[in-house]
């Protein structure tokens, strides 16, 4: 395992703590295993102008299915703008406790000034997304600020802990005036229920091809409660895959209700429901 010791301010996004490159399985929902990853420092710098694009808002045209000419293996030929999922050397998710996985527990508090703001709950057909149409606050990475823009589930979660998965996983998307993405992701165990999705259970239940109006949401129910992340440069998990995303992984895994995901996937019609992860 190579290290370097790196204080560069051309990697601004990056807190002064030693970089480690690292290759490891990169894992889609369902186990579906796509092409390694590889973190170096000077992919880094190559790839932190690219993350502009955001993630697709109709997921309908890919799926997570193999062999239906949609799924995984195929997502960078279904549209010319999405060849980064076939073609990309930092796609996300990942294994975040292979053993050439740093974790980074001196980061301190991730500072993050959040505040209500009017939102819509969306289904994109493959998740179901709260997006904030006013002003809902910004997080602070190394002194760059991002907005938050949305934020989805997946389950069971994307990145897998030593080949494992947790029941749930929300990501809560960024983007800083320069166009640079950064996502916060907090994992959950089944036993109580989450606090921000039984606020927002009722209209997940009911939304259907058209946006839901939400009123005002404040994002600063969804709890993070760590001082403890995992910190990698990846890409977007859906189309198109865009690389240079700041991934910050909250380490402290929290708590959501079975009834609380049933609900998400039955809302996307998930066939996975019903045959829920360990």
């Not at 996300?92 to 740093?102: A, G, K, M």
Request: aromatic residues 8%; positive net charge; hydrophobic residues 35%.
């Amino acid at each position: 395992m190579a290290t370097t010791d790196t204080c560069s301010s051309a990697m601004s996004l990056i807190p002064c703590v030693r970089l480690v490159s690292v290759t490891g399985a990169k894992h889609r929902e369902m186990g579906i295993l796509r092409s390694s990853f590889v973190f170096f420092a000077l992919g880094l710098l190559l790839t932190l102008s690219s993350a502009s694009e955001s993630e697709v808002d109709d997921e309908t045209p890919f799926t997570y299915i193999e062999g239906t000419g949609k799924g995984p293996k195929e997502w960078g030929q279904i549209d010319p703008r999405w060849q980064a999922c076939g073609m990309g050397k930092l796609q996300s998710p990942i294994d975040l406790l292979n053993e050439r996985v740093q974790v980074f527990p001196n980061l301190g508090k991730l500072k993050r000034d959040y505040k209500p703001a009017p939102a819509i709950v969306r289904n994109r057909g493959h998740d179901i997304t709260v997006m904030w149409k006013g002003d809902a606050g910004k997080i602070n990475i190394n002194g760059t600020y991002y907005k938050l823009l949305q934020c989805h589930w997946h389950s069971p979660s994307e990145h897998t802990f030593n080949g494992s998965r947790y029941d749930l996983e929300l990501h809560m998307v960024h983007l800083s005036s320069h166009g640079e993405i950064a996502v916060i992701g907090i994992v959950y165990k089944y036993g109580r229920p989450d606090p921000f999705l039984t606020k927002l259970l009722e209209h997940i239940t009911v939304v259907g091809k058209e946006d839901t109006d939400l009123g005002v949401i404040n994002p600063g129910i969804i709890k993070f409660g760590s001082r403890k992340y995992f910190r990698y440069i990846g890409s977007l998990t859906v189309p198109p895959c865009t690389e240079g995303v700041v991934w910050t992984i909250v380490r402290k895994v929290r708590t959501v209700s079975r009834k609380q995901v049933e609900a998400l996937r039955e809302a996307v019609h998930d066939p996975m429901q019903g045959r829920l992860s360990n």
